[in-house]
């Protein structure tokens, strides 16, 4: 966003930092496309809130903010980790809401090969972190040594701690929207994977009953709340409460957590049910179109117990098809005409060469075989 007649802009810097305009949230090429455009401007406000990405990027977009020049500030809307941290280092000011969050940490990679690789590999992460420390001294108040410590304790701060060290200015007299469900920071309206910090020190502050529980149950609405309640009940502040939280209760006390849970049900039974009804199209049978009705609607089960249904019926239609043969072929018998010996009876029981008894013999015997 420009003022053309205050020759200031505002560019946003929400999510993941990479160099892939398709995948990334933040591109440094299209970064650096989006300053050129803003073409004579004194003042460039970011509006960051990111969890970090690509080192290499992040280093490009904080060298793309050195090179112009307009003075640049920085407001850090929620987070500014990792990677971040590189672009805030290269601004003339960062502002932080009072809970708002800034965290460094060691450059991480991943390497395959032998210890040769290992070596190299090892070899590029300390020059690297030698790069991003010397970044930071352009904005941090104090020393490489201090700085290598905050690196390798993947440090978490508050706008308080950053203002110590340095990263920050001025702390703004404001609050931003903060929750901590499960493995995801949503701050901001932005959701973030904290799963692979180790020292998220807000994981340990939440509320038991609602750090740990996994959403991705299957099941009507009503049975997944029932399990979310029966793991807040088992929390030690239920206990001493004295008694069991009703579905009223949960969904009064924790309205966005019912929601959530409520929605995600939903969704998780609209998919199910959907599945079911495919697998069941995809048994590509005929004639048994009632069962097939019943395992879709009035009965409802899934296309192995309906194909099971339909292997079991036509078992019972093959039983019933040779009871019939038997029962055609004991009514239609027609016993013998007695041989009196003479050569014109023998010619009538012959029926194109063969006797007409053995051909009965025949049919009786095949008759007993099936019983």
């Known amino acids: 966003m420009k003022n053309d007649e205050e020759k200031s802009a505002e560019l946003i810097l929400y999510g993941?930092?990479?160099?892939?305009?398709?995948?990334?949230?933040?591109?440094?090429?299209?970064?650096?496309?989006?300053?050129?455009?803003?073409?004579?401007?004194?003042n460039i406000t970011l509006h960051i809130n990111s969890p970090g990405g690509s080192v290499f990027s992040a280093v490009a977009i904080a060298n793309t903010l050195k090179n112009h020049k307009a003075k640049i500030t920085a407001n850090i809307d929620g987070l500014a980790a990792s990677a971040a941290t590189i672009i805030t280092s290269a601004c003339d000011t960062v502002r932080m809401p009072k809970n708002a969050l800034f965290m460094v940490h060691n450059p991480i990679t991943f390497a395959y090969g032998n210890n040769q690789d290992m070596q190299k590999t090892l070899e590029m992460l300390n020059k690297v972190k030698n790069s991003i420390i010397e970044t930071y001294l352009n904005k941090a108040k104090t020393d490489k040594e201090t700085l290598s410590e905050l690196m390798d304790n993947e440090t978490w701060m508050s706008a308080e701690e950053a203002k110590e060290y340095g990263f920050v200015d001025e702390i703004l007299d404001e609050s931003v929207e903060k929750e901590v469900i499960e493995n995801k920071l949503i701050i901001n309206n932005m959701a973030f994977d904290i799963s692979r910090f180790k020292n998220f020190k807000e994981k340990k502050n939440q509320d038991p009953r609602i750090i740990n529980i996994s959403v991705n149950s299957t099941g009507s609405p009503e049975e997944i709340a029932d399990k979310f309640r029966d793991i807040l009940n088992l929390t030690e502040n239920q206990k001493n409460e004295g008694g069991n939280m009703t579905l009223e209760e949960l969904k009064n006390k924790f309205p966005e957590l019912y929601n959530q849970i409520f929605n995600e049900g939903k969704e998780a039974g609209i998919t199910k049910e959907r599945e079911r009804m495919r697998e069941i199209d995809n048994l590509d049978v005929s004639n048994y179109s009632e069962l097939i009705e019943n395992a879709k609607y009035n009965e409802p089960v899934e296309a192995s117990v309906l194909a099971v249904n339909i292997l079991n019926k036509q078992k019972e239609e093959r039983i019933q098809k040779l009871q019939n043969i038997k029962n055609d072929s004991q009514n239609n018998f027609t016993p013998p005409?007695?041989?009196?010996?003479?050569?014109?009876?023998?010619?009538?029981?012959?029926?194109?060469?063969?006797?007409?008894?053995?051909?009965?013999?025949?049919m009786n015997k095949k008759t007993e075989e099936g019983k």
């Open 337 to 362: 005409v007695p041989n009196n010996g003479t050569a014109e009876n023998n010619e009538e029981k012959k029926f194109m060469g063969v006797n007409i008894s053995n051909i009965f013999s025949k």
């Open 16 to 42: 993941s930092i990479g160099s892939d305009e398709y995948w990334d949230d933040i591109s440094d090429k299209a970064f650096k496309q989006d300053i050129e455009n803003l073409g004579d401007v004194e």
